[in-house]
């Protein structure tokens, strides 16, 4: 079946414009995770979506990020007023509960 | 906190040769251990997984260990192909997320 995809795969925006970046996940994936990772260095976690409780935003690094889910589906992370420090590569995945964690191929983001 | 630590790269390799890349862990209590393998212009793969002490994951010829009085994980392969070039994730699962290490790249010569 399908994998995680997100959209685009490539983004290169100017320093504070916003940016929006989407993540379908796999079809009937309960959970969906945000990472980032910059360059050389491992994966960050940013935000985790469980069904329909609360999403644990503790990774969000600034308020200028926020991400939402419909449902059990797609899921944006906006990032507002986009900085330099922002530039790196946003994964996206998806599970089962909180079995093994599924990634898409990521949407490397530039901010020149 | 929890965190994960591995090996600088890069790793460079002759074909054939033993790979061994090192992993440390701090944790509270006993997590799930990963290894992800992300390829070249490829997404982000699990390779293998060991949930609980002296557990030994494998797949593709590569191996890990559970090492709990050690808290180590390394990643082991008896002889890498060019094929296996990639940067290669330590990672635990800490409730629901996962805590990377920083990455090690292993590059492969013919």
């Known amino acids: 079946g399908a994998g995680v995809s997100q959209s685009p795969s490539n983004k290169v925006t100017e320093k504070g414009k916003d940016v929006e970046l989407r993540c379908d996940p796999i079809?009937?994936?309960?959970?969906l995770y945000w990472y980032r990772q910059r360059l050389g260095q491992g994966l960050e976690f940013l935000i985790y979506?469980?069904?329909?409780?609360?999403?644990?935003k503790s990774g969000l690094p600034s308020d200028r990020f926020s991400a939402e889910r419909t449902g059990e589906s797609v899921s944006t992370l906006t990032i507002q007023r986009t900085q330099q420090e922002d530039s790196a590569v946003y994964l996206c995945?998806?599970?089962?509960?909180?079995?093994?964690?599924?990634f898409g191929p990521g949407t490397r983001l530039t901010v020149t | 906190g929890n965190s994960v630590t591995q090996m600088e790269g890069p790793v460079t390799l002759s074909e054939e040769a033993f790979l061994t890349i090192n992993c440390t862990y701090t944790?509270?209590?006993?997590?799930?251990l990963f290894w992800y393998v992300q390829y070249p212009g490829e997404g982000l793969q699990l390779l293998l997984k060991?949930?609980?002490?002296?557990d030994k994951g494998s797949n593709k010829g590569f191996e890990a260990t559970y090492r709990k009085e050690t808290t180590s994980f390394h990643l082991e392969k008896g002889s890498v192909q060019v094929s296996d070039s990639a940067v290669y994730f330590c990672?635990?699962?800490?409730?629901?997320?996962?805590?990377f290490g920083s990455g090690t790249r292993l590059l492969v010569r013919p």
């Open positions: 079809s009937g994936h309960t959970a």
């Open positions: 060991a949930t609980k002490a002296d």
């Open positions: 995945a998806s599970s089962q509960d909180s079995y093994e964690q599924y």
């Open positions: 944790a509270t209590g006993y997590p799930s």
């Open positions: 979506f469980q069904g329909n409780s609360a999403p644990d």
């Open positions: 990672a635990l699962r800490s409730s629901y997320k996962l805590i």
